[in-house]
């Protein structure tokens, strides 16, 4: 018991980084109804600010303050980009293009995963201050202070200071605020400036505390912050502060319990937090159904099937390029017709959100996790003898299940709620899924032989290639044609509905609960096939392809070409392999500089096609193009 009671004590200063970076949270959405997911990518471009600037010679406390400053700009360019964006959780996604850019920058300038750079410290670690039975070093013990007297210190400017009055009217009821003469958007832009600020403060404070300083695992600490901040109701500071400091303490006892049995497992912090996160959100939501526009994304519903000799055209062109595409390669070589199957693969995947978010009205932030089970249960069904073509179906069936069990909490869960759910599930397999023995293997790689007609042996590689292929590309086609086809019959007519309105999907007779679970487990198998072609092409399943940067890019990839668009899919699924193979990276996963410039890239792209168009680079080709169409002059009738 002793021990325990120790190991709880010593995750104080933990937790307090925790409350630190779920304040910033918390401010932030006070006042703008916006889930600030870039938070930790925030601390984390802060904390490798101020170490650099401490090798430089700057001395340690200017360091921070100039951290902290860069912070504040952060936010108030993030508020800038968010305002013109309509819609909550749209705003939200804003954010994760901000995540993925701020994580791309850092690794491009600082170029690798693992920073080499010694964390900025703002005491030293020694002496030892003593505090009845606790002890604690300088910088343990500074960061608990600070993180009392930040929320102390918040709270008090909430309810003395006029900006802080005129904060919390916004943040209560913003269109009377406007007549009341508060300068809303000038209150949001100091709110987002506060709240980056505290999320500099807490990267530049934590970092000391784990003793490292990389490029993931500080945006990973994300999911602690989120199960902070909702034990805090997104409202309260003082519950804020008591649910991180909360969560520190219990972290290092459960991780303590499961590694006496389990020594293997690991990321039971990030697995405490998910509990954490989904216990906050389905106890202390609001109850009441929302229609998907007032909490999701804006109704754009997939574009219905051309007919007549447009659509036999159409069917007999996609049919010979996918048949013809593979036997052109030929003269390429091997790496090409690969790059056609990636291309197939990827646009699989985006192809199960487009089903998710643009025909069923729901959001996920972990379809890279969806993949990630197809391909280890493609492995895992091979490794009891089940053929390929079987394994793969097997594989896609198990992503099917646990995007059902994911659709779970959909039902009571708002659009924005159910993203803050599925991307903590994203860092969490990240860590603790893929490591876990019974789902991969001790070396967390599980083989995945291809059949014999797509066998690399020697003298038979391309001939192997090329069928890989066809069966791929076919497989895309297909699936391709039935989330198109959705629109047709019952099942479209009610998925449909559902886009748009759940009251008035039960109205017409559906059943919402049956709907939605239908939606993740039809986008769930998409993404488990995709998983497991993907894992054949690589003859292995790990995951690395499959982190919770692949399952943000995904969704990003998804929106930039238009979520109500099938054949942006195939777009969708070029731009993965394209930004994989022509910056420097490999056919698996892009590294190093490579990988920071792609998600640099794409989160600039995410963010600029949000604020330009929000139905995608699809949506403004089609609606350039109605402009450009000529209008008919209506013939006049005469008697």
């Not at 900025?120 to 007297?149: M, N, T």
């Not at 499961?258 to 293997?264: D, E, G, L």
């Not at 003298?459 to 959705?486: C, I, K, P, Q």
């Not at 239908?518 to 995709?530: D, E, N, T, V, Y």
Request: aromatic share 6%; charged share 10%.
């Amino acid at each position: 018991m002793r021990l325990y009671i120790a190991l709880a004590l010593g995750g104080l200063p933990i937790g307090a980084m925790y409350a630190l970076q779920a304040l910033g949270i918390v401010i932030v959405y006070k006042t703008s109804r916006v889930f600030n997911f870039a938070t930790g990518a925030i601390g984390l471009a802060c904390a490798y600010n101020a170490s650099s600037l401490v090798d430089h010679g700057v001395p340690i406390v200017p360091a921070i303050a100039v951290a902290v400053a860069l912070g504040v700009l952060i936010g108030i360019l993030m508020e800038l980009t968010v305002r013109p964006v309509r819609g909550t959780l749209t705003r939200t996604i804003v954010t994760l293009g901000w995540l993925l850019l701020l994580q791309g920058v850092v690794g491009v300038i600082y170029s690798s995963q693992v920073g080499t750079n010694e964390p900025a410290r703002l005491l030293q670690p020694d002496p030892f201050i003593s505090l009845g039975v606790l002890q604690y070093s300088q910088d343990q013990a500074a960061v608990i202070g600070i993180a009392i007297a930040l929320s102390v210190g918040l709270a008090v400017f909430f309810r003395v200071t006029a900006l802080g009055t005129a904060t919390r009217a916004v943040s209560e009821a913003p269109d009377a605020a406007k007549l009341l003469g508060i300068r809303v958007d000038r209150v949001n832009l100091v709110a987002w400036g506060i709240g980056g600020g505290i999320s500099g403060l807490s990267g530049v404070l934590i970092t000391p505390l784990l003793n490292k300083l990389d490029t993931t695992t500080l945006v990973i600490f994300t999911v602690q912050a989120l199960a902070a901040a909702l034990v805090g109701r997104l409202s309260s500071l003082p519950l804020t502060l008591a649910g991180g400091i909360l969560l520190g303490v219990v972290q290092p006892v459960v991780f303590r319990f499961v590694s006496t049995s389990f020594p293997s497992v690991r990321g039971t912090d990030e697995l405490t937090a998910l509990v954490v996160v989904l216990v906050a959100l389905l106890l202390f939501r609001r109850g009441g159904r929302r229609d998907a526009v007032s909490g999701g994304l804006e109704p754009v519903p997939i574009r219905p099937l051309p007919t007549g000799r447009v659509a036999i055209a159409s069917t007999v062109g996609v049919l010979l390029a996918g048949l013809v595409l593979p036997l052109v390669m030929d003269d390429v070589g091997n790496t090409s017709r690969s790059n056609i199957t990636q291309t197939a693969v990827w646009g699989m995947a985006v192809l199960s959100l487009v089903l998710l978010v643009g025909v069923v009205g729901q959001v996920s932030v972990c379809q890279a996790v969806f993949m990630a089970c197809g391909a280890f249960g493609t492995g895992i069904a091979m490794l009891h003898g089940v053929p390929f073509l079987l394994a793969i179906f097997l594989g896609a069936l198990l992503a099917a299940a646990v995007a059902t069990l994911v659709g779970l909490p959909a039902i009571r869960l708002e659009p924005l709620e159910l993203a803050i759910a599925t991307l903590s599930l994203a860092f969490t397999a990240d860590r603790f899924l893929y490591s876990w023995v019974p789902f991969a293997s001790p070396d967390s790689n599980r083989p995945v032989p291809r059949p014999g007609f797509a066998s690399l042996d020697p003298g038979h590689a391309a001939a192997g290639e090329r069928n890989y292929a066809w069966l791929v590309v076919g497989l895309f086609l297909l699936t391709a044609f039935d989330v198109a086809s959705l629109r047709r019959g019952r099942t479209g007519a009610a998925l449909t509905a559902l886009r748009s309105s759940e009251p008035a999907t039960a109205a017409m007779g559906f059943s919402v609960t049956s709907v939605k679970l239908r939606g993740f487990a039809a986008s769930g198998f998409i993404a488990g096939l995709a998983g497991g072609l993907y894992a054949g092409l690589l003859q292995g399943a790990s995951g690395a392809p499959f982190d919770f940067t692949r399952s943000i890019t995904l969704l990003a990839y998804a929106v930039i070409v238009g979520v109500a668009s099938v054949p942006g899919a195939i777009v969708g699924g070029f731009i993965v392999t394209l930004s994989t193979l022509t910056i420097g990276g490999t056919a698996e996963v892009a590294s190093g500089r490579s990988a920071s410039t792609v998600t640099l890239l794409t989160g600039a792209l995410l963010i600029g096609i949000l604020v330009v168009a929000q139905d995608g680079l699809f949506g403004l080709l089609s609606r350039v193009f109605r402009f450009r169409r000529p209008q008919r002059e209506p013939v006049a009738v005469t008697a």
